[in-house]
């Protein structure tokens, strides 16, 4: 959708299947991402009226055959990685091409990211040049599945959480690769966390503040087990960092 802003968004409504809590997801995983340096687009509260709704086909959910009209009201907005004018963006690239995209390190430090939010899906990412570009960069995106989706509960696998290829991890020889995320994350301060949960509509989590602050608090505490996860998913079946000194 185009924003007033004039740039678009991929948006996702309140009464998407996966429930409100993924749009609170979707905008406090990307703001506590932005705070830690990670590259993730921008993301916003879009307002879409129940005019805007009623005149436009497309705004329909599609649910065991039936079509439901989206809900009006404050949305999640996750900028488009890039204008499709400007150049390309696609959801998947061949394993043959990943020398060609530029920040492959940062896959380690949404790792991180990932394992500190219990992210209880794989990860995603889009990869996009401008034209005349020769080289891919990544953005992270689709964070709806942080704190276990709906539940705000964080049960830890070593499995979840991770890109699903090894590949994008075959820099990682050590504690440095996850630099400087790693350290961004475990000393993001109390206020930081809690300015980032400032900006998430009330609507979007029942206005369910005790359950919002537990939920923080549970993050602040995790940040002293990062390690710990990263080194479970390291010592995994999977087998992910062959190149670990």
Not at 18 to 47: F, K
Not at 86 to 91: N, Y
Request: with cysteine; proline share 7%.
């Amino acid at each position: 959708m185009r924003a007033a802003d004039g740039f678009l968004y991929v948006v996702k409504f309140q009464n998407n299947p996966q429930g409100a809590r993924v749009l609170a997801n979707e905008l406090l995983a990307t703001r506590l991402a932005e705070a830690a340096g990670l590259p993730v687009p921008a993301a916003e509260v879009i307002e879409v009226s129940e005019w805007l709704i009623s005149n436009t086909r497309e705004l329909t959910i599609q649910l065991a055959g039936q079509s439901i009209p989206c809900l009006p009201g404050l949305q999640y907005g996750s900028r488009y990685a890039l204008p499709p004018w400007e150049g390309q963006v696609l959801d998947w690239l061949p394993q043959s091409m990943l020398d060609r995209v530029r920040n492959l390190e940062w896959f380690a430090g949404m790792l991180a990211f990932d394992k500190w939010l219990c992210n209880a899906d794989s990860r995603q990412a889009v990869w996009w040049r401008r034209s005349r570009e020769r080289r891919y960069t990544a953005s992270f995106i689709d964070h709806g599945y942080c704190f276990n989706a709906a539940e705000w509960s964080f049960p830890d696998s070593p499995l979840r959480g991770a890109y699903p290829w090894n590949e994008v991890y075959a820099g990682v020889r050590g504690w440095e690769s996850f630099e400087p995320a790693l350290s961004r994350l475990e000393q993001m301060s109390e206020s930081a966390v809690w300015r980032c949960a400032e900006v998430v509509p009330p609507e979007w989590y029942a206005a369910d503040a005790t359950a919002l602050e537990k939920l923080l608090q549970t993050l602040l505490r995790r940040r002293a087990r990062l390690r710990e996860l990263i080194a479970d998913f390291r010592q995994s079946s999977r087998q992910p960092f062959p190149n670990w000194r």
